[in-house]
């Protein structure tokens, strides 16, 4: 006789109970949330740090300027997510108050980790308290601290890595392969924003649509969180290797 799947023994029913094997359901459903959210990438640059994400605008009528996938929480500090994206605003927006606070008090600006400890406290605060369910967003956060460029990812379980390129969301495998073998720390920002065209192009083929892209960056010497232009990201899509028959409306 087989035994019985753990959803059927009621172990995924409350974020408390661990199933006989050692595992939090609720909190793997959560990043499997993550994994069918739309793609974002991170990347620790020569010259400061880059965010390209795909926004994943299925809808025409939807005013694409409107949709916002990456966030400025300091002028030095920025993010992305992947995910839920309304539980994502809620840690955006206690980042940002985090960072405002900091300011305030010690007239001067708080590090990338302090942000990210405090993202992740609360993450995981939500996976070991019954009647709450874990926040169902991976947030990649990066930016500048003291002259160095630096890049976390977090999960859904509250931990946090840090990387020097990082990808979250729909086709993270491949677009992972593909950083594996073609990033490197002496890229630019220019750079790593084609080599990330490149790689959300080979990864979403049709679907993929320079219009839905969104990127920004934060300078090493300017420690000025900046949006990147619109004619910018289509002259990098038009650059870079590999990148054909781009959909554009």
Known sequence: MQPMPHQLMGYDRAITMFSPDGRL???EYAKKT???GSTAIGM???DGVLFVTDKRIIDPLVVKESVEKIWQIDDHIGATASGILSDARVLIERAQLRAQQHRVTYD?????LSIVKDICDLKQICTQSGGLRPFGVSILVAGIDNSK??????DPTGIFFEYTASVIGEGEVEVEEILHKEYKPELS???GLKL???ALKKVLGENFNVDSVDAAYIKIDEKKFRKISRQKIENAAGDAKDIKGIKKK
């Open 34 to 36: 993550v994994r069918q």
């Open 44 to 46: 620790v640059c020569s």
């Open 196 to 198: 990330s065209l490149k």
């Open 189 to 191: 920002i220019d750079d």
């Open 25 to 27: 359901l609720q909190v």
């Open 108 to 112: 001067s600006e708080i590090d990338v």
């Open 149 to 154: 460029a630096r890049l976390f990812e977090t």
